[in-house]
């Protein structure tokens, strides 16, 4: 029975959010500042599944560890589904990232300021490969607001709450964010498969 799961990011916001959403889980979560020394690796792939599975096998593969790995980003309408899978690239700081993105959108009315979060989640381990996928939809303000969360989470407002997800909590975010949804179905897929593994039939 696996015993221990890696979560494999180095994004510090992204690590904290996962860490909660597998807590209830029988396994010890690992991050990979256990893992210093290797490498990262590029992310060639041409979508976010594909991206997930490179991270997650990559992983697997040098720590022999079951592994999760995701690969998320924030599509905007306006600007043809940019940055998309580009997000982590689209500048140096979360800071950059948002003064590009705001000024890209200056001229861009409200009602067109429609955006998405995705995130899809790849579990890796042996003769194991699954994929969940989570997305929520919003609106790109015109300032940030909030100081929770990271990357764009200060511009992205999710409108039935009308706040921005930096202006939630970690667990309101969860509870609606593209990582809470992928993250919920990767859970349920771990619990049965623990069960099964405790309870061989
Ligand atoms: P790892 O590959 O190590 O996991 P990364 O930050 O490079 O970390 P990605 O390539 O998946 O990860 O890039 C995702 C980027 O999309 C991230 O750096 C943010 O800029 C943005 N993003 C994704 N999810 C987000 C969220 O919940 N809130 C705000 N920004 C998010």
């Known amino acids: ?30 991050g990979l500042d256990e893992f210093p020394h290797l490498p990262d690796i590029p992310e060639s ?67 067109q300021r429609t955006a998405r979060f995705v995130c899809v989640a790849a579990l890796v381990g042996p003769h194991l490969e699954r994929t969940f996928a989570g997305e929520v939809h919003g609106r790109i303000r015109t300032a940030p607001a909030g100081a929770n969360g990271f990357g764009f989470d200060p511009v992205f407002e999710y409108p039935p709450l009308g706040k921005t997800f930096a202006e939630l909590t970690r667990s309101e975010k969860s509870a609606v964010s593209h990582r809470g949804r992928a993250f919920r179905q990767l859970r349920e897929f771990l619990v049965l498969l623990l069960e099964r593994e405790r309870n061989p039939s």
Do not use: C
Request: glycine share 8%; net charge negative.
């Open 1 to 30: 029975m696996p015993e221990k799961l890696l979560i494999a990011t180095r994004n510090r916001g992204k690590w904290e959010e996962i860490r909660e959403l597998l807590a209830d889980l029988p396994l010890a979560l690992i």
């Open 45 to 111: 792939g041409s979508t976010f599944e594909e991206n997930a599975l490179l991270k997650a096998r990559f992983f697997h593969e040098q720590t022999g560890m079951l592994t999760v790995a995701e690969d998320s980003g924030l599509e905007v309408e306006a600007l043809g589904g940019a940055p998309g899978l580009f997000s982590a690239r689209y500048g140096r700081s979360d800071a950059e990232r948002i003064a590009r993105l705001l000024a890209e959108l200056r001229d861009v009315p409200t009602e």
